[in-house]
Every structure is written in structure tokens, then in C-alpha cells.
């Protein structure tokens, strides 16, 4: 809050927090991490008004989608698994589609709806950006490039043309979705561990893991596209989510009760499944049974390289093209990270912006979140 003082605990966890994430309208929290169960807090008076259990997993990555009806969410074995927020229900458990991070928690699945809430980006097992369909979860494309470890964040540019994606080789690669490539990046000293695009203008913020800053100006090139040129106009919603009735047992205030029975099976919304579109059918996609991979040159640092015969990639900049007008983000010094690191009786920083700050503490064995 303003000033900075403590407001009070929302929740509190037995076991470290890995993620965080709001609806659109900031009504809801979800909050999750290596203890067992999502938990969906209610921020008008720090209720809980619903546990997700599902996951096998440490869930390090949570997701609303924009028209307010799913949660997506990304545990550390790779699985994905998507709720329908009104009844709890699980509408899709995907396994094993995300890189199995295992007890490194240096590295955090995250995943990413677009804006329109028509298709969720994922982790690839192939150092790839995978997209699933939001009502069938079958996969639509896959944009793979020159990422040579894992993909750690993920983030789509306002009007969903373009994705930014950053990977623990320390790139960050810019994509245009519809033509299946990417058409620039950056090499950082450090990795990225989160990413934002400017929502009125032609530029990415980055914050590495040492907590350094730096604005990446004029990503886009000016002969394509700007990246906040017809932004999908979202549901009108007042953001609140109505919960459908639960048993006496299931008890919305909190007990920590397997929502929707058998986690582990799949349930179809009978009433919100549609039919694919045209775009995505089945003559777009590869033989090997839906993902369409797009190959692409090697990055070679010591050479230039040519791509349809008129692009060169300048071998000091990792793969800027000539034609682009842009350049390298400086980094300013630490004053913000992504999130602190743990550290025995201190707070840990998860969220910060000019009117507070989100952070977590352990006292007695237990995790607590705090808003200031």
C-alpha cells in the first residue's frame, strides 16, 4: 500500500511459494508453490475461496486467462493442467508437455495466455515455444529457433502478434507468431527472468536474475506491424468469479478439499468446447501427429550468416538483422529483482510497483505472503 506499511498476511504456506498470479480485474489471487493445492484468494478480504489439488509437483507457474474462465497452471515435472475457475473442475491435464525441472528450483516452468485467451504458450521439450489450443488443448504450432537450453519466461506483446521468449542459454528471442519465426534477439550476461512490453509503445523491459533493469527499445521494426496495433478487445466483465456450489465438505472458505474429484482425469466443458479454427487445421500442421516445427539457421557467433538471401545477422549483436533500428538494452545496476533470493529470516521480495510490494517470510515452519 502507499507509504509502504504493512497492510496484512493474505495467506500462509507450509512450504516455499513458487508463483503468483492475478485476474485481470485484481479481485483474485492464485498462489502456489511446493505445498500441495492452488490457492484462489479472494483480495477484497484475503478469503480463500477455493484449493486446486491436481498436481504432483512443485507449481511454479500460474496463469488466468484473460476472459476469466480458466486458470492454467505449470508444475516442475512438466505438467499442465487447466481449470475451469467456477466449478473447480479439471477441464484438461497435460503431462509431461513441459521441461521436467525436477528440484531445481533455479529454474521455473512458466506459461502464458495470449492476449485474445484464445491459446496458451508453454515450455517446449525441444528448447521450443509450444501453443495449445484454449477449448480442445490440442497443440497448434510450435516455434522453435536457436534457443540451445530450456526456455525459463515467456511473454506475449500486447496485441498477441508477437511473443518474447528468454531461455537459460541468457537469449531472448522476439517471434512473430503468425509467420513461425523470430525475427530478432539478445544475448544478456546474465538470465532473463521476466519480461514485460511496453503497453503504449515499441519496447520490452527485462530484469535478469541479479536484479539489473534495462529497457529494449524499438524491438519491432518499423516496417512491420507495431506490437500494440489492434490489441483484441477483451470480455466485458467486471472480473468477479461467481464459484459454483460446493458440498458441505468441500467447504469454499478454505479446507484444503480435492476439488473436482479425480484430479487426475480429464473432464470436457461440454458447453465451451468448440470447433477448431481454420487457421489451425490439420493441413497446417506436421506429420508428426500436430506440431509444426520451423527449422532455422544455427547461430554461429563468429560469422554472419544470410537467411532468404538478404538478411545478415551482425556476428557481434547474436543475430540482430541490419534492417532492424534498434539497440542493446543497458542494464541499470540492481534495485528491483523478479524475486529475492530465499534468505533465512528475511523477507523475500515477489512483486513490487510504485504502490506496494508482495513478499513472503517463513516464521514457525510456515510461509507467509504480505502486502505493504
Avoid at 492476449?115 to 508453454?122: H, K, Y
Wanted: aromatic letters at 6%; hydrophobic letters at 30%.
Amino acid at each position: 500500500m502507499a507509504g509502504g506499511e504493512f497492510e496484512r498476511n493474505i495467506t500462509r504456506f507450509t512450504l516455499p511459494i513458487r508463483s503468483l498470479a492475478f485476474n485481470k480485474s485484481g479481485s483474485m489471487l492464485a498462489a502456489a508453490g511446493d505445498d500441495e493445492g492452488i490457492k484462489l484468494i479472494n483480495t477484497f478480504d484475503g478469503t480463500i475461496a477455493r484449493v486446486l489439488k491436481g498436481h504432483k509437483g512443485s507449481i511454479t507457474g500460474l496463469a488466468f486467462d484473460p476472459n476469466g474462465e480458466y486458470l492454467a497452471s505449470l508444475d516442475s515435472t512438466g505438467t499442465v493442467i487447466l481449470w475451469e475457475l467456477q466449478s473447480g473442475k479439471i477441464i484438461h491435464n497435460l503431462k509431461g508437455i513441459a521441461p521436467d525441472t525436477g528440484l531445481d528450483v533455479s529454474t521455473m516452468n512458466v506459461l502464458c495466455w495470449s492476449p485474445d485467451g484464445e491459446t496458451l504458450a508453454v515450455p517446449g521439450l525441444k528448447n521450443d515455444v509450444v501453443m495449445y489450443d484454449r477449448d480442445t488443448a490440442e497443440k497448434v504450432l510450435s516455434l522453435r529457433g536457436d534457443h540451445i537450453q530450456p526456455i525459463c519466461f515467456l511473454c506475449w506483446s500486447p496485441n498477441g502478434k508477437y511473443i518474447a521468449s528468454s531461455g537459460l542459454d541468457r537469449q531472448v528471442l522476439i517471434w512473430d507468431v503468425d509467420r513461425k519465426q523470430d525475427i530478432d534477439r539478445q544475448k544478456f550476461d546474465e538470465r532473463v527472468c521476466c519480461m514485460a512490453w511496453k503497453p503504449t509503445g515499441n519496447a520490452l523491459a527485462v530484469i535478469d536474475i541479479m536484479g539489473k533493469y534495462g529497457i529494449w527499445d524499438n524491438v519491432i521494426p518499423s516496417s512491420m506491424k507495431s506490437p500494440t496495433k489492434d490489441i483484441p478487445v477483451k470480455n466485458k466483465s467486471n472480473g468477479v468469479v461467481y464459484f459454483d456450489e460446493e458440498d458441505p465438505e468441500n467447504s469454499a472458505s478454505g479446507n484444503l478439499s480435492d476439488i473436482g474429484g479425480n484430479s487426475n482425469e480429464e473432464s470436457e466443458p461440454p458447453s465451451r468446447k468448440r470447433s477448431r479454427k481454420h487457421s489451425l487445421s490439420e493441413e497446417n500442421l506436421g506429420e508428426d501427429g500436430g506440431e509444426e516445427i520451423v527449422s532455422y539457421l544455427k547461430v554461429d557467433t563468429h560469422k554472419k550468416r544470410n537467411r532468404s538471401g538478404k538478411e545478415n545477422l551482425d556476428s557481434g549483436n547474436m543475430g540482430f538483422r541490419s534492417t532492424m533500428v534498434t539497440s542493446k538494452a543497458k542494464m541499470q545496476e540492481p534495485f528491483q529483482p523478479g524475486s529475492t533470493p530465499v534468505q533465512p529470516g528475511k523477507r523475500r521480495f515477489l512483486c513490487y510497483n510504485m504502490l506496494g510490494c508482495i513478499t513472503s517470510i517463513e516464521h514457525d515452519g510456515y510461509s507467509h505472503i504480505e502486502v505493504m
